[in-house]
């Protein structure tokens, strides 16, 4: 199977491949799983692979490079084609009103509550 990489670690020997059949991405880990090649896989370079899935995680296995930085401008385009997240969370209140802190002064069982 032809993929192409879009994200890549060379310190922790990772790499994440969006391959041909636009199925799950293959996750590549370890030098091991490369074929022969002393140089680690970047974003845009287009690779070779066979995969398995163990669970619910596709590893790529037999790594070959086909073609350096064939494709460099890819991770910056699918970065650019998704709109960013919502934040799921949101400040509701960064400190206490006045009158709370006053009742927190005054009631230690008070502020026990309101520190766990």
Sequence with gaps: MIGVVVWSSVEKEKAVIWCEDQAALAYLQGRENLAGSAYWPQPGDLVELESDVVGTLRNARRVTLLSEQEYAHLPDLLRASVPPAEPHLRI???????????QLAGAPELRTAAAS
């Excluded at 509701?92 to 006053?102: C, G, L, R, Y």
Aim: aromatic share 0%; charged share 25%; hydrophobic share 25%.
């Design 92 to 102: 509701v209140a960064s400190t206490p009103h006045p009158e709370v802190k006053d």
